[in-house]
């Protein structure tokens, strides 16, 4: 069992950290899957010896909805021909089951994986911090230039290491910790932000952690990331979860649920509202407030099975080259195995319409099960990946964490 919570911690610890990698392969990746063969031996040993596990009708039903998007996403992989995306659902299937099981064998080793989180994060704040003092001190470079080998570099590919922005022509230098782009791990610190303060994770020296999360988000210059924050303080400031609407007399309903809602259909309608011209507006950010509501597309597609089964995991782009009239009239074009930075958007086309109930029926149920400090982070989970592609381990196990909540009545993991 120790051996067990040592690796669930690591896959913690180390799920924010792209870098080192070697080709595909991060270290995250190592320990979860020990994780997962160490559960499935104690899992063994302790079901013969005490017949622990005992389903119930809505595990059956979760487990089937899961089976059928990690089906759906290997089908749409064949769809596209992006057959990258097949590892991707490999991992997902991986942490589906490792949460799983722990949910059904002990709950509370979960608290384990997300404490390692925290740890991740706090390790990517204070790295921030250090990389943003070495970059102004003259160096001009991230230090992930300086002490990665090339070896180490697999996942990087082509990507820069030292990620420079300009505001009003002043050159701003956007660290992103153990990673080449701050939408892969800064969007986690949010999240381990949002889990501290909502005690959903329980540590101590709990502002001290606060404020150096903040701090590295700050430092960032992540743009989604800094606006889900900015909207979780407003949350808070304002007390907006705890109001109540009462309606009908004796009928009440948390205005946290409206806001939800109203969030939702803003992110989805958004686009139509966004003129995709230069004159008007810098095209990247166009785009990305644009991906979402391209979903409407999707009843166009010259292929049943592509709407029945989407693109797999890094076939998304394939949908918007063949289908999305206002990319290509300004002939952008994703290339091999690449989709839209919105994770929002891209769960719509991994496993098509039949493989986005998985994601659509699990929120909903975790959102009505689930306490005010689900759905706040819930919120904030929507708010950040409308605007990033972060389909990491952590991004799975934070979400399916909170799933095994509503499984739970909402009860907490610790």
Do not use: C
């Not at 992930?144 to 070896?151: A, M």
């Not at 892969?184 to 020296?205: H, M, P, Q």
Request: hydrophobic content about 50%; cysteine-free; aromatic content about 22%.
């Amino acid at each position: 069992m120790l051996f067990l919570k040592i690796n669930l911690f690591l896959t913690g610890l180390f799920s924010l950290f792209a870098l080192p990698s070697y080709g595909n392969f991060i270290l995250s990746h190592i320990f979860l899957i020990l994780s997962f063969y160490l559960i499935i031996i104690l899992l063994l040993y302790y079901h013969v010896k005490k017949n622990v596990i005992k389903f119930q009708n809505i595990d059956i039903f979760i487990i089937s909805l899961a089976f059928l998007y990690y089906a759906t996403t290997l089908i749409g992989t064949l769809n596209s021909g992006q057959y990258k995306g097949i590892i991707t659902s490999q991992i997902f299937l991986l942490v589906f089951f490792l949460i799983f099981i722990i949910y059904k064998f002990n709950f509370r080793l979960i608290n384990t994986l997300l404490l390692g989180f925290i740890w991740s994060s706090f390790i990517t704040s204070l790295y921030v911090i250090f990389d943003s003092f070495y970059f102004y001190s003259g160096n001009f470079k991230s230090l992930n230039e300086r002490i990665w080998p090339e070896i180490f570099l697999g996942k990087a590919g082509e990507h820069t290491l030292t990620n420079i922005s300009s505001y009003g022509g002043i050159i701003i230098f956007r660290p992103a910790g153990f990673s080449w782009d701050p939408g892969l791990s800064i969007t986690g610190t949010v999240i381990a932000f949002v889990l501290i303060a909502e005690n959903i994770v329980k540590i101590k020296y709990k502002k001290v952690f606060l404020g150096l999360l903040l701090i590295g988000i700050l430092l960032s210059f992540s743009k989604t990331s800094i606006i889900a924050l900015f909207f979780y303080f407003l949350l808070k400031i304002f007390k907006i979860d705890k109001l109540v609407i009462k309606f009908l007399e004796s009928n009440k309903i948390s205005f946290l649920n409206i806001i939800i809602l109203l969030v939702f259909l803003s992110l989805f309608y958004i686009g139509f509202f966004i003129p995709y011209d230069s004159d008007v507006i810098d095209l990247s950010n166009a785009r990305h407030l644009k991906y979402l509501t391209s979903v409407f597309y999707y009843p166009y597609v010259d292929y049943l099975l592509e709407l029945i089964f989407g693109y797999g995991y890094t076939g998304v782009g394939v949908f918007f080259n063949k289908y999305v009239t206002w990319l290509k009239n300004e002939n952008f074009y994703f290339g091999e195995n690449l989709n839209p930075e919105s994770t929002l958007t891209n769960l719509f086309f991994y496993g098509g319409f039949i493989g986005s109930l998985f994601w659509i029926i699990t929120f909903l149920y975790s959102f009505y099960k689930g306490n005010r400090a689900i759905k706040i982070v819930l919120l904030t989970i929507i708010l950040l990946a409308f605007g990033y592609s972060i389909n990491s381990i952590w991004f799975n196990f934070i979400y399916l964490s909170l799933v095994v909540q509503g499984l739970r009545n909402g009860k907490n993991l610790h």
